[in-house]
């Protein structure tokens, strides 16, 4: 499976052909084309690498990665900018993004900076650390309860294998407790949580009817 990308843009004819080179270059990608758009589509489910126009009509870009990085999102941010590039560079990284790229620009280059910005995401990639019972990636840490920890054991090794519900109470809870499925799943959404904010996207997927599968 590729990496997934997000684009936020509002022009939509260098939206359509960002997109398509990117999807060339092998990445799953979704758009929107204004900021409220991004917030409501990345926020909980946030793509491998996200491009953010500065100029949207709704709102500033870095605003809008500002609000991600809030939220938790650590997904790596290239902000697409007009004007005096080093001044907007500087804007960009105070806002939290990790690149910014100038417009007009060639594909190749988006393809180049996005690149090295999933390179950065592979090399931070989040851990398992079973010792200290905690979610590592790089210098950040999300501690775990004595439950998460255990069912984030069995996801994990038995990663891209669907885990029934079942099993995963078994793992969580006691023998004989009682465990509704709605403690089960808000436990997972700690989890997801949890690994978000160390920038695990989209780690936990939900297999309706079975139970859940890390990837």
């Not at 990496?3 to 270059?25: F, Y």
Request: proline share 4%; charged share 25%.
């Amino acid at each position: 499976m590729g990496d997934s990308a997000g684009i936020c843009e509002d022009d939509e004819t260098l939206r359509t052909m960002m997109q398509r080179a990117l999807e060339q270059a092998g990445f799953t990608v979704r758009t929107t084309a204004t900021g409220a758009a991004a917030l409501a589509a990345f926020t909980d489910d946030p793509p491998d690498v996200l491009i953010l126009d500065i100029g949207l009509p709704d709102a500033d870009g870095r605003d809008v990665c500002r609000s991600l990085r809030a939220h938790g999102v650590r997904t790596p941010v290239l902000l697409l900018a007009t004007g005096d590039v080093a001044a907007e560079q500087m804007a960009a990284a105070e806002a939290g993004g990790d690149d910014c790229l100038a417009k007009p620009f060639p594909l190749a280059a988006l393809l180049v900076r996005i690149g090295r910005l999933t390179q950065l995401r592979a090399h931070d990639a989040p851990r398992l650390d079973r010792s200290a019972r905690a979610i590592v990636a790089g210098d950040v840490r999300a501690a775990l309860t004595p439950t998460e920890f255990r069912i984030l054991v069995l996801l994990t090794d038995r990663r891209g294998q669907v885990v029934t519900r079942a099993e995963l109470v078994a793992a969580g809870w006691p023998s004989g407790a009682t465990v509704t499925d709605n403690t089960l799943d808000a436990y997972v959404a700690r989890l997801r949580r949890k690994l978000r904010a160390v920038g695990a996207v989209e780690a936990i997927r939900t297999c309706r009817g079975l139970g859940y599968e890390l990837r």
